[in-house]
């Protein structure tokens, strides 16, 4: 099945720095990447997502890329602000519609 | 359009008991997903169910856990003679086709076995 690596576990930034978010999966049938994010006791929150016919991503502060031969993708937060902090997660998925999940990234923005 | 529904949000039970969670999916929504959340973990996927089909359950314990999506009515997920590992959230999300792009999560249920 489907395995789904994510570092760091933690990542501390200043207010208005970059946060960078990897994450590699195993599975060559993967075909769809979400990143989700979640506050405590919440639901995971879709932020992003991209399809394997695309390499790269952006909504505004938030952009993806995929590198589907080196079956790895990343999330980048441009411009961070303390409410961008939560736990970001990213996911594997294919057709089958179950997605395989990171065991996620604790983000700390610092004021 | 309502979002996905679980109830209840929070469950206490005692070991050996049995606890039963719903999932309300959203209207014209045929496929669910149950995810169970261990605290400070990712997301394990459970089971995936369309209207009164278990279409995977590759992450279901095989004992003591079960899942329906009845014709009528919410998913249930079923587990019965709880124990302390069992605490934890329960997430499910919903699908009209199946696609992972279009799921959509409730608020999760939040177990808790004392």
């Known amino acids: 099945g489907e395995n789904v690596e994510q570092h760091p576990s933690t990542l501390s930034v200043q207010e208005g720095d970059s946060a960078v978010i990897k994450c590699t999966y195993s599975?060559?049938?993967?075909?769809?990447f979400p990143w989700y994010k979640q506050e405590l006791g919440k639901r995971p929150q879709l932020i992003i997502d991209?399809?394997?016919?695309?390499g790269e991503k952006k909504d505004q502060r938030i952009a993806v890329t995929l590198n589907k031969t080196a079956k790895h993708f990343s999330l980048h937060i441009t411009e961070t602000q303390p409410e961008d902090s939560a736990v970001y997660f990213c996911?594997?998925?294919?057709?089958?519609?179950?997605?395989?999940f990171g065991d996620g990234t604790t983000l700390t923005v610092k004021p | 359009n309502a979002g996905v529904m679980q109830n209840p949000r929070h469950l206490v039970r005692r070991r050996g008991q049995e606890a039963r969670l719903r999932c309300s999916p959203m209207?014209?929504?045929?496929?669910v997903y149950w995810y169970r959340q261990l605290p400070e973990e990712g997301l394990k996927f459970m089971v995936y169910?369309?209207?009164?089909?278990?279409?995977?359950e590759s992450g279901m314990p095989k004992e003591r856990f079960s899942a329906e999506f009845p014709k009528e009515g919410p998913s249930i997920l079923r587990i019965q003679q709880v124990v302390r590992g069992d605490s934890a959230a329960y997430f499910c999300?919903?699908?009209?086709?199946?696609?992972?792009?279009?799921?959509?999560f409730g608020p999760g249920t939040r177990l808790t076995v004392t």
């Open positions: 991209i399809r394997s016919n695309v």
């Open positions: 209207k014209g929504h045929s496929h």
């Open positions: 599975d060559s049938a993967s075909n769809y």
């Open positions: 996911a594997a998925s294919h057709e089958a519609g179950k997605s395989t």
């Open positions: 169910l369309q209207k009164e089909n278990i279409i995977d």
């Open positions: 999300a919903s699908s009209p086709t199946g696609q992972p792009y279009e799921q959509y």
